[in-house]
Each structure stands twice: as structure tokens, then as C-alpha cells.
């Protein structure tokens, strides 16, 4: 049998060019019988349990060749893409094209389909962005994230402290966290998220890295006041610990990605990036046109999160740096720094493309012990294990020769925890919102002695409520509209001797209703039929309500108007990926006063 390579042209076809796509061919004509073309399909970015981003900044591509040997080094051993440039001068939009696909400036670039103007710059953002992101879409996938950031917690640690606060080289322009509007408000406490960098290095000691880690150096540290050799300095000191940690060794899932917001003086153009990981193909030189979009899309496919972010829609992720041979293990439970009981489910699958495997074996790397040998790609177990902390490892074993060939792992922290003295109230929350019925939900243990009653107080009145007996109470009481504070305390029996206290402040009234429209079907990501109900409300406390207007973003069509301040209407939508829109529109002028969307996939 005979294999020649041929040029497309010469048979005809257009030539296969060099850009980074989904699907790339390579054409071969084989003679055997006859004559018929193979195709080939490129590698895709496997699973990573354990992703890095680090950003640098202000300095061009040959600079920091030039500059920053270690670095280079690292790019040198595992991965460089050398036709990467940057999409937009001006610090914090480049950020947001890594986050969220955009740099949300309609005076700055072209927005890509999905994203919207906030009036940002290089150095801010008129206001909240509240287009989908890359900190949002983890939240929805229960995907465990942290913004380590450096001199934070000295510049204020809050995520409006400004750049170079109280005297420090931290930069809130270099932590797009901070602009997006459900960090903002502290949606599911995600600013707790947002630690100093100083918290890096004690996550990391004790394995309790999250599965995503953005690392943020200050002004100093990542060339921007600096030299690119101390940039280089802090990355050697920082990620030189964290790629001898088993995830970044042979076998382990994890990536690394280092690049720049700009080049040199903050000008947009080509820049070093390198991808750095035990999957990754060693000694790779991309010269694939990659732009900061790319990594976005990159980040989202070692995370395994389907959703497209503004231009990463558009772009393929950088999927040569990896074989199409690569494979790995992917844990599903536990989750990356699980709390949990003494029985312990672990269930793990095992992808490997260019070899057959044998078994998984499961081990508990804390006490060396194997607990389970499992012959196929998959397992779906419970162990007992002791109260602690523990390092779990799966791993994958060829056929014949039991060759390792990938390995993932989690840390957990197995037992009940240690019930402390003391009254908890879990209702109401700190800083509650409520009507005037206000249930109150809270509990009590003394180790050292016997609880005869709970009692409630309002202390901004001075009323007790109430007194409960025993060391519970789930009742719900009138109040005023105003701010309260409650207070439960918890009584000794025979002396009646307060022992421990706790309180809460609420504000009781009629909530406020954040301006806005809210979709409340179909949700964010639903995949459903061709028939699709959508329902949304609008609200504006300064303005009338003319009519709510649906759009199909994505064919360009309006699909209702509708008077009033809600929708509640079944519309006939074509197979395939949608962006609905919904907006509220005022009384006489017809301003778009708000807008909101969801993505949906429609089947056949």
C-alpha cells in the first residue's frame, strides 16, 4: 500500500488554511483498491480539574523573550502561541475579553453579538456589566473559583477599592472581577471569592485549591510598574510550588495558561502567551492567530462549561496545543473541597482515544491505602473513610501492561463537624429584607450544661417575644416596618443563667424591587422544544411602562410586542442555538429603558 501526501490545490480544493477552527483536515490519498481520502480530526481541549489563569501586563511578545527566562522556559517545555495578539489598548478591556468576551465599549470596539455597552475603558466602566461571564457561568456549573489578588487586602479589600489605594500597586482595573454586576451585589457571596494573594500560597499548601484560580499580580509584580524581570521573578517564586503538585505532574489535568493584557506601553499587539500542563503537547509553537477570546474559550472547555461568551462564540479554543491522543480522568464526586459524611461516593470516568483501558483503581493518597480496583473506564463507589482530611486519587490503568496512564484527584474533609457552644440563628439572615412576619429559626448547645429555655427579644423595642422551652425555636412573629435587631439567648436550667447570645439585624417592610426585567422562562441554558413559552415582568420605579418587546437575537427578528409590563406568550422557534431578549420600553418617547436575556437550545 502507497501513502502520498497532495496539495488540496492540486486536486481542485481550496487550501486548508492555519487558522485556529473546530475541525481542522489533513487530506491524504491512499491506494489500496482504489482510491478515497482519510480525514483526520484535531485534538480538543481535555478536562482540567485544576485550570490557572495569570495575566501580566504591558509587555510585547519579543520583550518578554528577552526578559523573562523563566517564563520562557516554561513556554519552551510545553507550549507557546507565537501569533497571539491582543484586542484592544487599554488595560481592563483586554481583562474583559478574557472574562467575558467583550470589551463592552462600543467607542472601543465592535461588540460582539450578545454583549452590550457599559462605558468601559482602559481604567473603568460607566457601569455594572451585567452580560453573561466567565464568574457567572461557573457559578451555574458549581464550578469552585477564587481571584487571587495581590496587595488587596492592604489597598482596602473591597472589590470598589480604587487603583493604588491607601499607598499600594494594586490595580482594581487589573481585576475584571470587580466589574461585573453579580459580584457587585454579592450574589451567593461571590466578593469572598476575591482574596489577597497572600491566600494562594496557604490554599495551596493545604489542597484547597479551587478548580479555577485567577492570580492577579500588583502593579509591581506584573511589569506594569515594574520590569519584566520581576514579573518574571514573581512567577518563578509563586508557580514553581504549584506545578510540583501531583495535578501538574505526568498523568495529572493541570493548565496553566500566563499571558499579557498588552504589549509594550499598553499598545495592542503581539504578546507571549504560554500553555502549560502535563496534557499539553510538549515543545508546541503555535502559530495560530489566537486573540484573548481564544483563551476565553480555551478556559471554558477545560472546564467543561458549554456556554459561548461574547467572541468566544465565534472562535475555536486552542486546541493545538493538545494530542488528539489525550484523554484523562474526570471526578464527578465528590466536588473539589467537599465537606462530607463517613460514607464517600466517588464516581469517575476515563477517556483514552489512543489506548484501551484495563481498570481504575481508586486510592486514598492521605493514608497510601488502594480502595478499589474497578475493571472499566468507570466507577461509581462508596467508601468509608475516617473522620479528616483526605487526598482522593483515581486513576487509569492500560490493558496488559497497567501502565498509569492519566490520573486525577480532589480533597475532602470527611466527619461531622464540631457542633460550638453557643445559639445559631438561621432565620432570618444577617441584613434580611422581610415583611412584617418574620420567622425566626434558630438553635442552641451548651457541652457544658443543660439548656431550660430559649427566649427572643427585639432589641430595638425592648419586647421579648418570645420564650421557648428546650434548645430550639421555629416561630414567626409581627413586627413593625423599620430596622430590627433580634436577639435569642439561650437560659440554664435551675439558675436561669443567660449562657450564650446571638443577633440579627433586619430592615422589615415591603421589599424594593430592583428596576429591570426578569425572565423567568425558559432559563438560562434550557434546551427545549420548538414550542417555547417565554415569561418575563418588567418594573421601573422612575419611569412608565409602555410595552415589553421579545426579540430572537440571534435571526434578528421581533417576535411580540406586548402593552404592559409583562409577557406570558408560547412562540414557534426554528431547530438550534437562541438568544432571547426581552426589553422594557417607556411611555411616549419608546426608550429601551432595560433589557435581559437567556440562551436556549431549541430541538427538532
Not at 213 to 240: E, K, M, R, V
Not at 349 to 360: D, G, K, N, V
Not at 459 to 486: E, I, K, Y
Request: with cysteine.
Amino acid at each position: 500500500m502507497l501513502i502520498w501526501p497532495i496539495r488540496a490545490d492540486s486536486i481542485g480544493m481550496k487550501p486548508i488554511h492555519t487558522f485556529p477552527a473546530p475541525f481542522r483536515f489533513s487530506l491524504v490519498v491512499i491506494f489500496a483498491f482504489g482510491l478515497f481520502l482519510a480525514v483526520s480530526v484535531e485534538a480538543q481541549v481535555p478536562h482540567s480539574s485544576h485550570v490557572v489563569l495569570v495575566i501580566e501586563e504591558n509587555t510585547s511578545f519579543n520583550t518578554a523573550v528577552a526578559n523573562m527566562p523563566w517564563l520562557a522556559a516554561q513556554g519552551n517545555a510545553n507550549g507557546i502561541a507565537s501569533n497571539y495578539t491582543s484586542d484592544t489598548s487599554g488595560s481592563l478591556m483586554d481583562y474583559l475579553w478574557l472574562m467575558s468576551g467583550s470589551c463592552h465599549s462600543s467607542v472601543n470596539c465592535t461588540l460582539p453579538a450578545g454583549t452590550h455597552d457599559f462605558g468601559c475603558s482602559g481604567d473603568s466602566c460607566a457601569s455594572p456589566i451585567t452580560d453573561d461571564n466567565l464568574f457567572r457561568e461557573m457559578g451555574r456549573s458549581g464550578i469552585s473559583w477564587k481571584v487571587y489578588a495581590q496587595s488587596y487586602a492592604a489597598a482596602g479589600g473591597t472589590v470598589t477599592t480604587p487603583d493604588l489605594a491607601n499607598g499600594t500597586a494594586y490595580y482594581r482595573r487589573h481585576n475584571p472581577a470587580t466589574w461585573y454586576s453579580e459580584i457587585l451585589s454579592n450574589a451567593n457571596g461571590s466578593q469572598s471569592r476575591i482574596v489577597d494573594f497572600s491566600q494562594f500560597a496557604v490554599d495551596l499548601a493545604n489542597g484547597t485549591l479551587p478548580e479555577f484560580s485567577f492570580i492577579i499580580p500588583d502593579g509591581l509584580h506584573d511589569a506594569h510598574d515594574g520590569t519584566p524581570a520581576q514579573a518574571d521573578a514573581f512567577l518563578s517564586a509563586n508557580l514553581s510550588p504549584v506545578l510540583q503538585k501531583p495535578f501538574f505532574q505526568p498523568g495529572g489535568d493541570g493548565l496553566l495558561i500566563v499571558t499579557f493584557d498588552n504589549g509594550d506601553a499598553d499598545v495592542a499587539g503581539r504578546i507571549y502567551t504560554a500553555v502549560i500542563g502535563p496534557q499539553v503537547t510538549p515543545r508546541t509553537v503555535s502559530t495560530a492567530p489566537y486573540r484573548h477570546e481564544n483563551t476565553l474559550r480555551t478556559l471554558l472547555d477545560a472546564m467543561g462549561i458549554a456556554a459561548a461568551l461574547g467572541q468566544s462564540a465565534n472562535v475555536s479554543a486552542m486546541n493545538d496545543f493538545f494530542s488528539s491522543s489525550a484523554g484523562g480522568v474526570n471526578i464527578s464526586s465528590p466536588a473539589q473541597n467537599a465537606a462530607t459524611g463517613t460514607q464517600v461516593l466517588v464516581t469517575a470516568t476515563a477517556s483514552e482515544p489512543s489506548a484501551q483501558i484495563s481498570q481504575l483503581q481508586v486510592w486514598d493518597d492521605t493514608t497510601g491505602q488502594r480502595l478499589a480496583v474497578v475493571n472499566g473506564p468507570s466507577v461509581n463507589q462508596t467508601f468509608t473513610l475516617a473522620a479528616g482530611v483526605h487526598r482522593l486519587i483515581v486513576e487509569d490503568l492500560s490493558t496488559s501492561t497497567f501502565q498509569v496512564l492519566h490520573k486525577s484527584s480532589v480533597d475532602i474533609t470527611v466527619g461531622a463537624s464540631v457542633v460550638a457552644d453557643g445559639v445559631t440563628i438561621t432565620s432570618p439572615t444577617q441584613n434580611a429584607a422581610t415583611g412584617q412576619q418574620v420567622l425566626v429559626t434558630a438553635t442552641a448547645h451548651e457541652s457544658s450544661a443543660q439548656i431550660s429555655q430559649l427566649q427572643v427579644w427585639d432589641d430595638t423595642t425592648g419586647q421579648r417575644l418570645a420564650v421557648v422551652n428546650g434548645p430550639s425555636v421555629n416561630q414567626a412573629f409581627t413586627l413593625a416596618a423599620g430596622v430590627h435587631r433580634l436577639i435569642v439567648e439561650d437560659l440554664s436550667t435551675g439558675t436561669f443563667q443567660v449562657l450564650h447570645k446571638s443577633s440579627v439585624d433586619i430592615t422589615v417592610g415591603t421589599p424594593v424591587v430592583a428596576d429591570g426585567v426578569t425572565i423567568t422562562s425558559p432559563t438560562q441554558n434550557a434546551a427545549t422544544g420548538q414550542q417555547v413559552l417565554v415569561t418575563a415582568t418588567a418594573h421601573e420605579s422612575s419611569a412608565q411602562i409602555s410595552q415589553l418587546q421579545v426579540w430572537d437575537d440571534t435571526t434578528g427578528q421581533r417576535l411580540a410586542v406586548v402593552n404592559g409590563s409583562s409577557v406570558n406568550q408560547t412562540f414557534t422557534l426554528a431547530a438550534g442555538t437562541h438568544r432571547l431578549i426581552v426589553e422594557d420600553l417607556s411611555t411616549g418617547t419608546f426608550q429601551v429603558l432595560h433589557k435581559s436575556s437567556v440562551d436556549i437550545t431549541v430541538g427538532p
